[in-house]
């Protein structure tokens, strides 16, 4: 006869794998997400056409239903277009050559092209914009969980129908045998299950834990509505203008009034930029905001002329990014010294009306662009940063052929005391 036990425990084992399945496989659509923020996004969007081409239906497109043209192209773009008439179109039409990522793999560019499909399937689901995020994933959960659930129960029922029938063949030859343990009450069964729930349960807790306190996406209504798209989009007016001390210090800071009344004082009212919308499509009447700027430096709102600087207050704007106490970020490190675009981080703010947080700000995130950027090493030259003069090894390791390029993570940027207190 075929032996009972082994059937339900290869069952039990099925449904472990596939729960450990379903949980890698959220890792690496995930991953896909990762990589896309950390090297394309500065720009590349999906859905819009930004400093490179919008990437959604990248497949229908060029040579790129072939990921290893895709892998080519982002390897060397320059050498790729050399002979392809269709990315010299792509660089006519864009003005600027792609940036080059020598050291990418395949398998980045496989994770990178599924999320923006996924992006794209996500984005014709979602209607709200803003809230897409995510949703995709905790579907993919609720599937796994309920055919989990389902496996789970088949495997009971086989393993009681298999009792059962041992039972009754037992009887039939008129063996006499200890009552069978029922399934609850075998340890084998009791020992798999319980590893089973610590391992997911432990998996979902930490994983919940640490996100605690993450707001990706965080727009709060500002004091006074003011659009960065009107400011520093249309208006081109230079970020460090307002934010100048992002060049010289750790925080960038938030203008004051002062700031703002060098150009408003002349600038009284809204004309020449489109119309302005909250994110739920309501009008704003921008004279009402820049009024407001007038009022909080002093001014009196019924006689735009009569100013008493005792009245003035700061506007009390709600600070969006918040990076938890025992992190220590500096701007002008990244601004300054390693020559990090503001949008690698923040996103295209030139397109905000109102800034939303665009980063993550985890720590895998810190991570992953120190793992995958070049430190700018080219000191013979004066455009690199000086300051590794000093590392004649990795000179000589390059010179040597021994490695090309160096990261951050190779000038000590994954150490924990650089950005924990
Ligand atoms: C510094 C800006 C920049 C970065 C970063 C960047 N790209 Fe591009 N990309 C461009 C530009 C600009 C073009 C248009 C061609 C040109 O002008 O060189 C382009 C074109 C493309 C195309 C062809 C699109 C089409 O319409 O057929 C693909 C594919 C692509 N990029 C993939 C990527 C991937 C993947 C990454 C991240 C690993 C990336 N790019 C990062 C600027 C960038
Ligand atoms: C004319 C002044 C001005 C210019 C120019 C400007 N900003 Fe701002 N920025 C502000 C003000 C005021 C706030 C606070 C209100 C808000 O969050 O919208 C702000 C907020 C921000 C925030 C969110 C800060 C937080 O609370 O976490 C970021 C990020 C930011 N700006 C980035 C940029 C970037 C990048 C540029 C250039 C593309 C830029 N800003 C240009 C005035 C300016
Ligand atoms: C390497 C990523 C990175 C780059 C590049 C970067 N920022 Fe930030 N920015 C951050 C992080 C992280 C925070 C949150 C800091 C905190 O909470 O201590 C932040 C916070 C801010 C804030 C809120 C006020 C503050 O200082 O905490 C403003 C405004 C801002 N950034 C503007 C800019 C501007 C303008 C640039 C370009 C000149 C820029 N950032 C470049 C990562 C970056
Ligand atoms: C370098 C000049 C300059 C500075 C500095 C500046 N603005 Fe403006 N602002 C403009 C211009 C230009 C317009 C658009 C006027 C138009 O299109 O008719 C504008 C429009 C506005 C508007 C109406 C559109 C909107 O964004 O809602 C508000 C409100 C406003 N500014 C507030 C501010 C605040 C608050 C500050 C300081 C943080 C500031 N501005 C700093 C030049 C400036
Ligand atoms: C978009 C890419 C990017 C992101 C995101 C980023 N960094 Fe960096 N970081 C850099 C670069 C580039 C340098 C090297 C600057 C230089 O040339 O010295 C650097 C350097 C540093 C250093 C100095 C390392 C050393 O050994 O001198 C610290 C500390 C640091 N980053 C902290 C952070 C933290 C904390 C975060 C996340 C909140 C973060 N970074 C996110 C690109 C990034
Ligand atoms: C490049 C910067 C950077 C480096 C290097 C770094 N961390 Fe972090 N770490 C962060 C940031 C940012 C957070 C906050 C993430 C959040 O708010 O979720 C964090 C959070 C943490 C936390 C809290 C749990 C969590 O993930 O939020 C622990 C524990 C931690 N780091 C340990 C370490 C250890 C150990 C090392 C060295 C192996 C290290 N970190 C190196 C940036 C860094």
Redesign the pocket.
Known sequence: MIPCKPNGRRLLQLLFFFLVFSVLNNVSAQDGKTLFMSKCAACHQVMKDGTGPALMNLEERGKWSDHNEILKWTQNPSAYMANDPYTQGLKTKFGSLMQSFPDITIKEIDAIVSYVNQAVADSKKAPPPGETTGAKTSNNALIFGVISLILAIIALILMQVNSNLKKMSDDAEGIVRPDPVPFYKNKVYIAMLSVLLFVVGGYYVTKGAIGLGRQKDYQPVQP????HK??AGI?Q?NCL??HGSAWESKTAGI?S?N??M???KA?T?????PK?YTENGDE?N?NN??AK?FKAAGFDPKNPTKWDPAQAKP?EWVKIHNLPDHVYFNHSQHVKTGKVQCQSCHGEITAMDEVKQFAELSMGWCINCHRNTKVDFNYSNNTGNKFYSIYEKFHNDIKAGKMDSVTVKDIGGLECQKCHY
């Open positions: 006074i509505y003011y659009s009107v400011h208006n007016i203008f307002c203008p009034v700031v703002c060098n150009c408003h600038i009212t809204y004309e020449k930029g302005l704003i921008a905001e820049i700027l506007v």
